[in-house]
DNA sequence: GCCTGAATAGAATATTTGTTCCAGCATATG
DNA sequence: CATATGCTGGAACAAATATTCTATTCAGGC
């Protein structure tokens, strides 16, 4: 074994980091107990952080920091944010490799291609899990518990989603209108104040979504969106924004994430109004 | 005003971030909106993340993304990650245990709620892999490919899955009629010999959906099914059967794995279908 | 109370990372 | 078509940050 061989493989997860973590933690000298328990406490803190301020918010000098980070197997503090930060958004969609994969692996063989928008689902799931406020989760609710009717509005891709409510709200008994464009009527006029209206729209996004959403705001309607990133024109509105982005393949999207969010959505909702009701 | 002074004040929150950035976006040249683009899509990777990290995950240069930093009102890449990490640090506490905790503690809450349906969609998806035949899948591609038109039907749960599909066709310019029985219209005679039906119908198995698909079957017409479960209605009528079972959450299920399913079906026979053309 | 080993603090160094600058290029304008 | 304006890419520079080194301190055994 040379010199540089270190004497464990350093964790390579956030579990494997605790099990460390237990077993060295009682025969710790001072100042390194001291790094142990504060990074126990404080986990969330490595990935955003430098050496030097997590050395003095656990009162410590950064070199004993650094030997911490060694006793814990790792080359230094750089390895171990590594690990901190990836676990914080487990494997980003590196969308170039991705691309190329798909055109060489995914040679035409559906199996395949299934199984990169397998794997694209688990990415956007664990993705909505960060994304999602629970704040604005929270208000949405709120917002179409309280409306007297719950509008519905989604076209193209945005459309299944829509319709998806419109199915679980009248299962629920809750009054909802689903704004589906048949015969291309506009029923806007169904609308009244007092009623709330969800948006549904990605990039890019569809006009005649917004221009809906905008009226309904006019009309001093409460606003919820389902939408895909910050610059979507719904925030524009102060609507109530769900933030939920699915990962690609190639050019194409599923809606893995998007419906969990939906239908978590649609059975909050129908719960508190129950519960109101009674 | 002097040089240094920027033309306003750098946004202290998140909101007046996403305020600024619905701002700006609209008048931005190609690089810098790229950049845009990227970071209303993964606002999460800011706090994590190196310029050049973003930059090549936005497939810009550096210099550009820090441009962008710039107009919107940052002195520069570090001020505009600080703001990311703040946030960050305050949303983290939840975070590890908001799985378990959330769910075990079952309160209600619509973020435990949205938790359940992010762990079933996940259990789903992982399910999916394993109980979709890959000789199936196959054989429904290579059925869907060679069908001079692809008729799509389902109902109540089952339909936002049939208007998906009927949106992906139609973007791949791959003939298709969707049968959503609006005003109770039956387009039954518009499917033909040498069209196909993609019929989608979960327990308890709809019957119009059913009835459409012996329909076809007598027409002589191939026919694909999802469905969940082996004894399903479609597989007697000798349908090329693809199965996904959701997990559910109490009485209530999302599509989480249908749709990744359904858009690999969808993206698997409209490239075959064009390489065909070609 | 001195000696020996580990532990520590602080400074010095090496590396990474952010930031700026400028020349070339594209695009809009008269 | 010529000019001006702004955008872009890449490299050079500056700042920050991680890492290492060494003198000093501390704790325990003889």
Redesign the interface.
Known sequence: MSDTTPDTAPPAS?EEFGTRLTQVSDRLPKRLRQCADFVARN???I???TVAELAEAAGVQPSAFMRFCQIMGFSGFSQMQRLF?DS??QR?P???TRLENLKSAGN????A??????E???NS??????????GA??Q??EVLAQARMIHLVGM??A???A??LS??FDNMDIPSFLHDR?GNLDHRHAILPGDALVAITF?PYTHETVELATYARDKGCALVALT??????L??LGATALMV?EVD??A??????T???????A??VG?RRNSRAN
């Open positions: 956030m986990p969330e803190r990935a955003v952080s930060r914080y958004a980003w590196d969308y170039r035409g063989s559906p199996s291609l299934l199984a990169e928008f397998v694209a689902g688990r799931l664990e993705k909505l899990a960060h994304t999602v406020e629970a989760l929270e949405a609710v193209k891709r459309f299944p989603v319709s998806y199915y679980v048949v990039a895909d990133a910050l610059n979507s024109p925030h524009r982005s393949v190639g194409f999207r599923a809606l893995s994430a419906f969990s969010l939906t239908v978590a959505l059975v909050a719960t």
